[in-house]
């Protein structure tokens, strides 16, 4: 008997608000006939859920999701599963991957998967609080559950030395209370006190919370596991209610007439703090 085969589409659904989903997350939800997700998540969704099959999971439930996506592809049905944010970054993209791989399964034979980014979390923050990303940034995520405690250090203080923004995700839970003090001690080994940080609960969402400090006080904010924490470069400033991390135009431009500085070239490498060695 041939089995009929489906599709699975991995929906990153935004942070929340329906101003924010894509309008391909939107048709991915409503050509599914199966949407599954963490409870939470199905909650973004429900006015698009009418007529469908929903099945919820719990928060540590996440290989199980993969597992019934793909028994239910595999019967025939359309698939939706749902993460907030975008499902590639931190989300269920990777473990459905993983799950449909140890199957034996490829792109060329099988179950169709797509792939449907989402807003994430990190530029959902930004965009509330100015343009803290506009140079070199990262993620770190402060969650030891599946990445041991030393890792996420080791990343810490890579990322802090080479000046990058740091975004960090999970940065506390009732059971983890430690990590983001941790955190706080490695980079500001790199950082000045002063240095702007962004915390930026729930974006899009009923329960937003958006507050500007800096990286010696914001441990004494309100931190939970919906907060995204946004911490400056060395170039990074908060002025007029926002926080900007500069390109670096500057270097290179008059601020006033925006008439090249001497020395430099439009479209050519800035020379500004290169050492030419000698022969």
């Not at 962004?198 to 010696?216: C, D, G, M, P």
Request: charged share 20%; hydrophobic share 45%.
């Amino acid at each position: 008997m041939t089995i009929a085969q489906g599709k699975i589409s991995l929906v990153g659904v935004g942070p929340g608000g329906a101003a924010q989903m894509t309008f391909q997350a939107r048709a991915a939800i409503a050509a599914a006939t199966v949407v599954i997700g963490y409870s939470t998540y199905i909650e973004l969704v429900a006015d698009l859920l009418e007529g469908k099959e929903v099945i919820r999971k719990g928060m540590t439930e996440e290989i199980d999701r993969a597992v019934v996506a793909y028994q239910r592809a595999r019967a025939g049905a359309v698939v939706a599963l749902v993460s907030s944010g975008d499902i590639g970054v931190y989300g269920m993209a990777g473990p459905t991957f993983e799950h449909l791989l140890q199957q034996g399964w490829d792109r060329q034979s099988g179950v169709t998967v797509e792939v449907v980014p989402g807003t994430t979390a990190l530029s959902a923050a930004a965009a509330l609080v100015g343009a803290p990303l506009t140079h070199d940034f990262c993620a770190i995520s402060l969650s030891d559950l599946l990445t041991p405690w030393a890792v996420i250090a080791r990343r810490l203080e890579a990322a802090a030395a080479a000046d990058f923004v740091i975004n960090l995700y999970n940065p506390k839970s009732g059971r983890r209370c430690e990590q983001i003090v941790e955190a706080q001690r490695i980079i500001s080994r790199h950082r000045l006190a002063t240095t702007p940080v962004a915390l930026v609960k729930s974006a899009y969402r009923a329960q937003q919370r958006i507050e500007l400090t800096t990286l010696e006080a914001m441990v004494d904010s309100e931190i939970g596991m919906l907060t995204t924490v946004i911490i400056g470069n060395s170039t990074t400033f908060t002025q007029g209610g926002v926080m900007v991390t500069p390109r670096g135009y500057a270097n290179k431009y008059d601020p006033d007439s925006g008439a090249v500085k001497a020395g430099e070239q439009r479209g050519r490498s800035l020379s500004t703090g290169l050492k030419v060695e000698k022969s």
